[in-house]
């Protein structure tokens, strides 16, 4: 399957289910009830770029403006799809989807989930801490680029600007 295929095919459904989320919310439960497993599988295949992509993310913040999912409850049922073999592309893909889930949290919850992340950040990393540490990262930087980190003070963005620069300096960055 080409590109072409695999984004017509994400893309396209996937910007059906939000906009009718957008125009009926009380649709979401029924969305989420049929369609967030699949849309949790395509949110780390590193097939998922462009088009297909920006229609999964607008999915993920339309569960969450209808009400459908709780911010917790997806941000753990997204990190539930980093595994082994998670390749570096759908690692990037689930940190934006993250991302998104964040972006559209209270400032309060994502103040709380960027304290967890500091704390992940310190800690000595072997091979499933590190996937870990880096879907993090990733996650992080997304978020950045969507809201203003420093408006949840500086130990918290001086603490990721540290973490960043301590992860690019080690060996595990290829």
């Known amino acids: 399957m080409t590109n072409f295929h695999t984004e017509t095919l994400t893309h396209v459904p996937s910007q059906l289910v939000s906009d009718i989320m957008k125009c009926c919310p009380s649709a979401g439960g ?5 369609l967030l497993d699949p849309a949790l599988k395509l949110s780390s295949s590193p097939h998922m770029k462009d088009l297909a992509l920006a ?19 997806l941000r753990k049922q997204l990190e539930a799809q980093l595994t082994e073999d998670t390749s570096k592309a759908g690692t990037y893909n689930l940190a934006e989807c993250i991302a998104v889930v964040l972006a559209n949290a209270s400032t309060q919850t994502t103040k709380d ?4 992340d500091l704390s992940l950040f310190q800690q ?21 680029r969507r809201i203003d980190l420093t408006s949840f003070g500086s130990d918290i963005s001086e603490g990721l600007m540290s973490a960043y620069l301590k992860f690019f300096e080690s060996s595990h960055v290829e």
């Open 30 to 34: 029924a969305v989420r009830e049929t």
């Open 55 to 73: 229609s999964l993310l607008d999915f993920f913040k339309e569960i969450l403006t209808c009400n459908a999912a709780s911010v917790d409850v």
């Open 113 to 116: 989930i960027l304290i967890q």
């Open 124 to 144: 000595v990393a072997d091979d499933k801490l590190l996937r870990d540490q880096l879907l993090h990262l990733v996650t992080t930087g997304s978020l950045g």
